[in-house]
């Protein structure tokens, strides 16, 4: 089993309490080729983070009966040392599109809601780990709901995403890229 795809199955059993399994469902990112670095394009433009800030794409398909909408989180699990940073919080996205576009979901538009990064903002906030540390750990997990799209309230952090998807998680699966500066 590839790492992403226990550290997928982990964190939905662990924080989503719902019924996941990776086995079956599939994502893709041109941007996130699981285990390799990530381009600076989708890192965060503030200060010296030297990045685009552009929000990656992501496909998925092979869902499980009855998904109706995704939900798309993008966590680095080794910052605010060993804590984590949520960097992006996208859902009420209708399952039948089968992606999100790269820089679409940066904020909230008619197809996605975007929730609260780590800095309270409702928008994406890209990879900005601290100069001359080893290369972060960013997962970016897609997760299948039964949730109709467009019925979750805007303003959800993770943490909370995680709650209003108690019992109404179906499937998730990550993918695991690299960035330092």
């Given at each position: 089993?590839?790492?992403?795809?226990?550290?997928?199955?982990?964190?939905?059993?662990?924080?989503?309490?719902?019924?996941?399994?990776?086995?079956?469902?599939?994502?893709?990112?041109?941007?996130?080729?699981?285990?390799?670095?990530?381009?600076?394009?989708?890192?965060?433009?503030?200060?010296?983070?030297?990045?685009?800030?552009?929000?990656?794409?992501?496909s998925?398909?092979?869902?499980?009966?009855?998904?109706?909408?995704m939900?798309?989180?993008?966590?680095?699990?080794?910052?605010?040392?060993?804590?984590?940073?949520?960097?992006?919080?996208?859902?009420?996205?209708?399952?039948?599109?089968?992606?999100?576009k790269?820089?679409?979901?940066?904020?909230?538009?008619?197809?996605v809601?975007?929730?609260?990064?780590?800095?309270?903002?409702?928008?994406?906030?890209?990879?900005?780990?601290?100069?001359g540390?080893?290369?972060?750990?960013?997962?970016l997990?897609?997760?299948?709901?039964?949730?109709?799209?467009g019925?979750?309230?805007?303003?959800?952090?993770?943490?909370d995403?995680?709650?209003?998807?108690?019992?109404?998680?179906?499937?998730?699966?990550?993918?695991?890229?690299?960035?330092?500066?």
């Amino acid at each position: 089993m590839k790492v992403s795809s226990l550290i997928g199955f982990i964190t939905a059993i662990f924080l989503l309490h719902g019924t996941a399994d990776a086995a079956g469902m599939s994502i893709g990112s041109s941007a996130f080729v699981d285990g390799e670095i990530v381009s600076s394009l989708y890192a965060g433009t503030a200060g010296d983070c030297g990045g685009g800030g552009i929000s990656p794409n992501v496909s998925w398909s092979d869902l499980p009966s009855g998904t109706r909408s995704m939900v798309v989180v993008l966590f680095d699990i080794d910052g605010a040392n060993g804590l984590g940073v949520s960097h992006w919080v996208a859902y009420n996205i209708d399952a039948a599109r089968g992606q999100l576009k790269q820089g679409e979901g940066k904020v909230t538009g008619d197809t996605v809601t975007v929730g609260a990064n780590q800095a309270g903002e409702n928008a994406y906030r890209g990879m900005c780990p601290p100069v001359g540390d080893v290369a972060h750990h960013y997962i970016l997990t897609v997760i299948a709901t039964d949730i109709e799209p467009g019925s979750l309230p805007a303003n959800l952090g993770r943490l909370d995403l995680w709650t209003a998807l108690k019992n109404h998680a179906l499937r998730a699966q990550s993918l695991v890229g690299r960035y330092a500066r």
